[in-house]
């Protein structure tokens, strides 16, 4: 999606500050569907993805009186995204956790505190992935995954085209499953683990 355009922006923010429903109602518009299948592709789950889109909105609305400040809106506001993203996917693990107490106490499941422990060893083996690769390849992937740039954002700052920041992201990727899955993490574990390392 294209992003609106720096001027534009910055009145919607403006009017946002000021409490006009009709610019925050635009630039609810702008982002909905971009950040509703981002959420999606991660919660599996339409009602959460659009419960948890939907508290990121509820959160930028609380705090409008900040947005004018901002030098750039969209690195900003994908932060929120993928931080409410990582609440609700914590949030499930919690509950799955739960869920698992029973083997647990039978004593044919690892522990909470193992499970947890786990967690914490796969977020070093994803910073250890990410410290093999090229130092041009680390900043391509932290502009995306930690400041929320668009690949078109990405490549300006870079000096190279947008198809190159796509392949560097998914040998990036693809890089991180293969360290992971060969430590003996789960396919459907690792994202979870890539977006919560930091």
Known sequence: MPDIPLYAEKELLTGIAAGDQQAFAQLYRHYWNEVYHLALSFLKSPAQAEDTIQEVFVKLWHKKETLPALQEFRPYFMVMV???????LRRNHRHLLIQGMEPVIAGTAESPQEALMNSKEATVLV???????????????????????????????????KKTVA???TLTLNHIRGHLSRQGYLPELLFLVIICQG
Do not use: D, W
């Open 82 to 88: 993928r931080n409410e993203i990582i609440n609700t």
């Open 167 to 169: 392949n560097l992201i």
């Open 127 to 161: 910073k250890e992935a990410l410290s093999s690769l090229p130092a041009r390849q680390q900043q391509i992937f932290n502009l995306s995954r930690e400041q929320g740039l668009t690949h078109e954002q990405i490549a300006q700052q870079m000096q190279v085209s």
